[in-house]
């Protein structure tokens, strides 16, 4: 009898790391990069935008992270 081939299921750590999409403020059009995080709210980089804190700001303009849009890839 052949032992069936047991597949990896649930392996988490093989997850991969989709790239987050860049937001942008919708007033003075600042980048919040996750790559890069926020250096000026101590955001470490890898922080998805919606990881981010509830009281979290734009550090530019102090607009609150509703008037953040995704930014649209541009040729
Ligand atoms: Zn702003």
Same mark, same amino acid.
């Given at each position: 009898m052949k032992? $069936? @081939?047991e597949k990896r /299921?649930? &392996?988490t750590s093989a997850? /991969? @790391?989709e790239p987050q999409p860049l937001m942008e403020c919708g007033v003075c059009w600042r980048v919040y990069d996750p790559a890069e995080g926020d250096p000026v709210w101590? /955001? %470490?980089p890898g922080v998805a935008? %919606? &990881?981010l804190p509830a009281d979290? $700001?734009?550090p530019e303009c102090d607009s609150p992270r509703e008037k953040f849009l995704r930014r649209q890839d541009e040729p």
């Open positions: 032992k $069936r @081939a /299921i649930g &392996d997850r /991969i @790391a101590q /955001i %470490e935008f %919606e &990881d979290w $700001r734009c």
